[in-house]
């Protein structure tokens, strides 16, 4: 790493240096800001100055080469290695005072649980205290194989109004997701309602979510009303598909147990989509051969959301991760060549 100059934006307006240089570098703590500016290592104009002094828009800010390290003039942090806090604090998508969202890595849970683990997002939230007494907490979560967009709220009033939006649905999240076949029609809606599959496997992970017509729900009391809207972004041939999908509902496991009830199970899914020889409706099992079957392919892309306390729109995306990222390289597929909301167009 070199020597870094950077403005101070309009848009980050005028605030404290040591805000500031936390939001442009979360791995940084309180500690670490002060002693960069009393050694002289962060200089503002090319003077130097206090972690208290205020910067204006224009301003030229000498940002030194940077740890990495989740940890610099604190204390290790408690239950947390240093390896998983700089993964956990690279995964930062967007932090203020108010709330942390991140890109959930695959394979990592959001919380504990059965077959879950010591190793999850909401215990690694000790290495995201950035300065608070407290460690962040999960407004919602995101199954272990499924990456991308996760909030988290800093305060017990932010956690409230961030899960009231939430289970009022003042919240749009948009996935992707690589599907076996080419659905028909291209876009459309699922309205198959879910209950919980009466097996179970050793410690309950086997338990899968089985798909109920709305015609019977009469017959299955225990079932929820779930709905997936589905927009077909690309395809390769006859094989597979690169699918915009939007949860109406927030069911557990919805989207994999939707698209594969419609013959069209999501890549890597081998808890509902069978084996890549298996033929389920219109579309194939959920492999491909290769490596391409060895991870579930779908990624929470995108989340709009009112923030908390400033009462404005935002939206977070997601960069894909690198399983995903491999296929689209792959199938030579392009993100700038499909929109960032396919359905509003439709809505």
Not at 52 to 68: H, I, N
């Amino acid at each position: 790493m070199t020597v870094q100059l950077l403005a101070v934006t309009e848009d980050e307006g005028e605030q404290r240096l040591d805000k500031w240089l936390r939001r442009r570098f979360p791995q940084l703590n309180q500690v670490a800001v002060e002693k960069l500016c009393r050694t002289g290592q962060v200089r503002v104009d090319s003077a130097r100055v206090k972690a208290s002094d205020r910067v204006t828009p224009g301003q030229l800010v000498r940002v030194p080469p940077l740890p990495t390290a989740a940890v610099l003039g604190e204390k290790r942090i408690e239950g947390v290695s240093a390896a998983d806090a700089k993964m956990i604090q690279a995964a930062v998508l967007w932090k203020d005072e108010h709330m942390i969202v991140l890109n959930k890595p695959a394979g990592l849970p959001s919380q504990g649980g059965s077959g879950q683990g010591d190793r999850h997002v909401d215990g690694l939230a000790e290495a995201l205290k950035f300065g608070y007494k407290e460690k962040p907490k999960l407004v919602h979560r995101l199954d272990k194989d499924t990456s991308g967009v996760l909030m988290l709220a800093r305060t017990d009033r932010v956690a409230r109004a961030l899960s009231e939006s939430l289970r009022h649905r003042n919240a749009r999240k948009i996935y992707w997701a690589v599907v076996a076949g080419v659905p028909h029609p291209r876009q459309g809606s699922i309205k198959f309602a879910l209950e919980k599959a009466p097996g179970r496997g050793r410690g309950g992970e086997g338990e899968k979510m089985i798909c109920v017509h709305p015609a019977k729900l009469a017959e299955h009391p225990d079932a929820k009303r779930a709905q997936t809207d589905y927009f077909t972004l690309w395809f390769l041939g006859a094989r597979l598909s690169w699918m915009a999908l939007e949860p109406i509902t927030g069911r557990t496991h919805q989207l994999r147990a939707h698209m594969a009830e419609i013959g069209h199970p999501i890549l890597g899914d081998g808890k509902y989509g069978g084996s890549e020889s298996d033929n389920l409706g219109d579309g194939w099992g959920a492999g491909a051969g290769g490596d391409l079957s060895k991870k579930l392919h779908l990624h929470a892309r995108s989340l709009t959301i009112e923030h908390p306390i400033l009462k404005k729109p935002m939206t977070f995306t997601a960069p894909l991760p690198e399983h995903m990222a491999r296929t689209w390289k792959l199938l030579d597929w392009k993100e700038a060549d499909v929109p960032a909301d396919p359905f509003e167009a439709i809505r």
